[in-house]
């Protein structure tokens, strides 16, 4: 099959590509426009959880399908413990079933957006042609969510069959992006119930660091979401994934020497990685592809976080396309002074320069939550900037920032 006459077509239909196509949906500028989503996946599993932090105010322009809300985050740091007043903010969890099965019955409603399920082999960014199993399919602009140049997340295995973006494997790899840093956020997440009730539904813990960190960044984080169960997910920043059976481990231990349960049965496990790294995913122009969500540099490089960022930054270029008649990629990249402050705490990160858990602890012992919210949400005053950049120790930091001076012309 051979069809180049849409307006647009989104090679890849997760989270960005699909918030995007919601937002064409509801704006009278693109209802004559012809519309194709491409996904080799129905979108039919609950794949992922995304938590965020959010304002009762920024919720009315996020998506309507929050599945959990916890208003006090706990900390559990080197030598501090403390329950973070994350107000205005509150902690959110969207079940990712939750919010494709919403986005779906919206667009089926729209008759010049069409989905159809294929494998995307690779696109002709010039002419606009993304090639599937199931032919070519152009159009005038395409949304990339799917493909990535740079392999920015490990091969499928046995543990991590499918990536959830694929690489093209063409490039020279990770190298041929030097000077960039690359990490993983990679997780597994044990969904438990206990016969007897042990979980405040209140409190969530945000990062408990009192596990071995083993020269990475290593933490737990638990959201309880009724007396009996909750999510334990341990998390690991570091270049590689550990072995299968660490994850378990170290979760079955955390579940009995820290939440003190001995009796639970485990419903759901899920296991995740997402890439953390500097390299600049969105170029200015690329032909007729626009390169969007994790592939186009959504995930915040220093914090994995994407679902909020996705939401802003899609809106932001629906809003600018609709006033200049033109898609403008370069609104969806981070203000320069984001990029680099994630680029130095990133080689911080990589090179244990300064510990993840020391880091953290430093940041949330010294300075308000809300405002460490406000600084990785990139919304901070520059008051703000000047207190965060004087909490965690000031050396290891300015060493790693004269490193990256030399590259500022490439973050
Ligand atoms: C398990 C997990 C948990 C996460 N949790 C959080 C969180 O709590 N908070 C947060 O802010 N962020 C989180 N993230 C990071 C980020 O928000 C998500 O990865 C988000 O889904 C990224 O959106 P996206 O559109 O780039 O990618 P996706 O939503 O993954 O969409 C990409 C789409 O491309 C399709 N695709 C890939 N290759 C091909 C191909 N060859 N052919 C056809 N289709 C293809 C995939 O099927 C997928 O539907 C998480 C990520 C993961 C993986």
Redesign the pocket.
């Known amino acids: 099959m051979t069809e180049l006459n849409w307006d647009i077509v989104f ?7 699909l918030s995007l196509a919601l937002e064409c949906a509801r704006r009278p500028f693109f209802q004559d426009k012809k519309i194709l989503l ?4 129905e ?1 039919t599993k609950n ?6 932090w959010a304002t009762d105010e920024e919720m009315a322009s996020l998506p309507p399908v929050v599945f959990s809300t916890w208003d006090k985050c706990l900390f559990f740091g080197d030598g501090f413990e403390a329950a973070l007043d994350i107000a205005p903010y509150r902690y959110r969890m969207v079940r990712g079933l939750d919010f494709y099965d919403w986005a779906k019955a919206i667009l089926s409603k729209s008759s010049q957006i069409e989905r159809i399920m ?4 690779g696109i002709d960014a010039l002419n606009g042609i993304v090639h ?1 199993d199931k032919g070519d399919f152009g159009g005038d602009w395409v949304f990339n ?3 990535t140049k740079i392999p920015v997340l490990p091969a499928s295995s046995a543990m991590y069959p499918q990536p ?3 690489s093209l494997g063409h490039d020279s790899g990770q190298d041929a992006a030097a000077p960039h840093t690359f990490l993983l956020q990679h ?1 597994k997440g044990y969904l438990i119930k206990s016969p007897s009730p042990v979980f405040d539904v209140r409190a969530m813990t945000f990062m408990d660091y009192r596990i071995e960190q083993k020269g990475e960044t290593r933490f737990v984080y638990v959201l309880p979401f009724s007396a009996t169960e909750a999510l334990v997910e341990f998390t690991v920043f570091s270049p590689a994934l550990c072995p299968a059976d660490e994850y378990d481990a170290m979760l079955r231990g955390y579940i009995r020497d820290f939440l003190k349960i001995t009796t639970y049965e485990v419903l759901e496990t ?5 890439p953390m790294s500097d390299y600049p995913f969105t170029p200015h122009t690329e032909g007729r592809v626009v390169h ?5 540099g ?2 915040k490089a220093s914090s ?7 939401q802003r930054r899609i809106k932001a270029l629906a809003d600018a396309w609709e006033r200049s008649g033109q898609p403008a990629p370069e609104l969806l990249r981070s203000k320069w002074r984001y990029r680099f402050y994630d680029a130095v705490l990133l080689r911080v990160l990589k090179d244990n320069a300064v510990a993840g858990k020391d880091f953290f602890t430093s940041l949330f012992q010294q300075l308000p939550a809300p405002l460490v919210f406000r600084f990785l949400d990139e919304d901070a005053t520059f008051a703000d900037d000047i207190r965060l950049l004087n909490a965690p120790p000031a050396w290891p930091f300015f060493k790693k920032a004269l490193r990256q001076m030399r590259y500022y012309s490439k973050i």
Do not use: H, M, Q
């Open positions: 090679a890849g239909s997760g989270l960005s590509g491409l996904d080799r996946d979108k794949d992922r959880t995304w938590c965020f294929a494998n995307i082999n599937t969510s799917a493909l959830p973006l694929t997780f899920e296991f995740g990685v997402i969007i969500g994790t592939a186009g959504f995930v994995g976080y994407a679902f909020k960022r996705t």
